[in-house]
């Protein structure tokens, strides 16, 4: 962090404490953060604060609002419908993740190569879909998927097969899958691009010049020299994944028997609050939520550390 | 937490910084028709479903039932489509755009505002409990944005803020993430030196960020605008709880609930190409706007922007 340095500051009188010079350039750095501040108390710790006190209450429907401790908590992870649907993220996490981040990884090692012709024009049609909102790509799967005028069921009845049924109980999870590595892997493909285009080429020159193939040197330097990057698109996709929303309460209109309420934990937050107009309780999930995200993201970490920590404490 | 906040920032502190890629590619030896191939066959997967779109938003409820989905119908009905989208329900899609253009292009602005303040203020003076603040700031990049629309919804309500544009603006002008980007933008990009000599020219603290820092921020705060920008464009969780009056809908909600009401069915099939088409013109914009803007972001997204 660069700072200037302020003569005026060091040369005052030590006794007198801060020279009105540096006292004005205080109170103008104060002035500067202000607005942010305001806002950023306003619209983000006052409503966090908020949302832990409704969480701590339960309203019945004789005697009002009552402080309940953390009785709500004790039924969120009691509350088979959330576990469920922490469950379901989860999976989806496991599996969706690596996928996505996989692909990723490939595109942007293979263009980093410069062996591809039109590497300039692959990387824009990669990243298009992030310019999409996430309602209208998944509208658009779910028109896709669907058995009417999906093409890929057009395939399948054209050569006289049973076309897969894509919004089926079993196959949703799958179908929300694809969207959301459709929508992020250019994303996360320019993140790493840009990390892989910032290592100093000394770095693997010489590795080529004795002969170690791209492949090689993908992986025991490139790799390495990018996980920075690579553990920031994973907590990235920690936090998108336990938040989804968009795709199960859309494709709810054109799959209702595949998708319940409760399909992941913030669409059951969302459900509580607006239709069974329970605050207190979805308040809680909310909470707890955020909690499994903060959990979920530091063991992400710790795994991703492992290493230098057992170096660390070797060494002592 | 802390720690784990300070990883991040740090992760990411370690990707902004990155030089920018060189236009012409001195890694570039050989050429691989294979992986040429290869990669031309992905990207495929990232263009079909939007070729479909177009292809989809070209025809006739009756062509799209009847022909296949990926090439042309027996009619072309794309200014047809054009002209439903904007005359359904009164030409109620229009008003969905310039409620979208207006939030999002309202919100970006000044949370670019908010975080180049910030920013700079962070960048480049000693206060004291800056260093507290700041790592308040990151901090926050944490927090599930979800988990506080519903709790900025109740508070909302007391004051009568629901229902109207501000619902949508205010929560959008935090940006914790463009305020740490515009923090290492600010420190790299403007020469203490700079600063120094402005000073004993005697021009006052604000006069130096109005005219020497602004300036020499320009890139850091078009990738901020940008990605801002796309957040709030593309977001359905606050608008879809904030708003009930059709009338302020941006296009998301807007769309989604001619969706809901196409696949309800009820003898509004007529609807189904019209959801299509509005579908594909949403989704003009903001591509346009990535292509035409692509040397800020090709080096900007490195920074990223928290999912919406």
């Known amino acids: 962090m660069g700072t200037v340095p302020s003569t005026v500051a060091r040369r005052g009188r030590r006794s007198t404490g801060l020279s009105t010079m540096k006292k004005r350039q205080n109170a103008a750095a104060y002035l500067f953060i202000l607005p942010f501040f305001v806002v950023f108390i306003s619209m983000l710790l006052v409503p966090l604060w908020y949302s832990a006190y409704l969480s701590l209450f339960q309203s019945q429907l004789i005697g009002g609002e009552t402080f309940a401790g953390l009785a709500n908590y004790v039924r969120a992870f009691t509350d088979l419908a959330f576990v469920a649907g922490l469950g379901r993220m989860l999976v989806f996490f496991v599996i969706q993740v690596p996928i996505m981040l996989g692909f990723a990884l490939f595109l942007a090692l293979a263009l980093d190569s410069g062996r591809a012709r039109g590497a300039k024009s692959l990387r824009l049609l990669y990243f298009v879909p992030y310019a999409v909102p996430g309602v209208v790509a998944t509208l658009m799967w779910g028109y896709l998927y669907g058995p009417d005028f999906g093409p890929v069921a057009q395939l399948f009845r054209a050569v006289g097969l049973q076309a897969p049924d894509f919004l089926g109980e079993g196959s949703i999870l799958g179908s929300m899958m694809n969207i959301v590595t459709w929508e992020y892997v250019g994303y996360n493909m320019v993140i790493l691009y840009a990390a892989l285009r910032a290592i100093p080429p000394e770095l693997y020159e010489a590795a080529e010049i004795d002969g170690a193939g791209p492949t090689r040197i993908a992986w025991s330097i490139k790799l390495p020299a990018i996980r920075p990057a690579l553990l920031l698109t994973v907590i990235f996709s920690v936090i998108g994944t336990f938040q989804l929303f968009n795709e199960p309460s859309l494709l709810d209109a054109i799959a209702p028997s595949a998708i319940d309420d409760s399909y992941t934990p913030n669409y059951y937050a969302y459900n509580l609050a607006f239709v069974n107009q329970d605050v207190n309780y979805a308040a809680a999930i909310a909470f707890a939520l955020g909690l499994v995200i903060a959990v979920v993201s530091y063991i992400v970490q710790l795994t991703t550390q492992r290493r230098e920590r057992t170096n660390r404490e070797g060494s002592r | ?308």
């Open chain 2, 1 to 308: 937490m802390t720690s784990t906040q300070i990883d991040v920032a740090a992760t990411a502190e370690a990707v902004v910084s990155a030089p920018p890629a060189s236009p012409q590619s001195p890694r570039g030896r050989r050429r691989g028709p294979l992986l040429t191939v290869m990669l031309w066959i992905c990207s495929l997967y990232f263009v079909l479903p939007l070729f479909w779109l177009f292809i989809a938003s070209t025809k006739d409820n009756e062509d799209l039932f009847s022909t296949f989905g990926l090439w042309f119908g027996n009619r072309f009905a794309l200014w047809e489509n054009l002209r439903s989208v904007f005359t359904v329900q009164d030409g109620i899609y229009a008003q969905w755009a310039l409620n979208t253009v207006i939030y999002a292009v309202v919100s970006a602005t000044g949370a670019t505002l908010l975080a180049a303040m910030a920013g700079y203020a962070f960048a480049k003076y000693e206060f004291p409990g800056s260093r507290a603040l700041f790592s308040i700031t990151l901090g926050a990049i944490m927090i599930p944005l979800t988990a506080l629309a519903l709790p900025t919804y109740l508070l909302f309500s007391k004051v009568g803020l629901t229902n109207t544009p501000w619902a949508i603006v205010i929560p959008s002008l935090v940006s914790p993430f463009g305020v740490f980007l515009m923090r290492v933008y600010a420190a790299d990009a403007i020469p203490d030196s700079l600063i120094e000599a402005a000073r004993v020219d005697g021009a006052g603290e604000f006069r130096i960020f109005g005219q020497v820092a602004l300036r020499l921020l320009g890139p850091g705060l078009v990738t901020v605008f940008l990605f801002s920008l796309v957040a709030t464009w593309n977001n359905y969780f606050l608008p879809l709880i904030m708003l009930n009056s059709s009338s302020l809908y941006p296009l998301t909600v807007g769309l989604a609930q001619q969706q809901a009401a196409s696949a309800a069915g009820g003898g509004s099939q007529a609807l189904f190409s019209t959801v299509i088409t509005g579908s594909f013109v949403s989704v003009i914009p903001l591509v346009v706007a990535f292509l035409f803007l692509q040397r800020y972001w090709q080096s900007g997204l490195a920074t990223g922007g928290v999912k919406a």
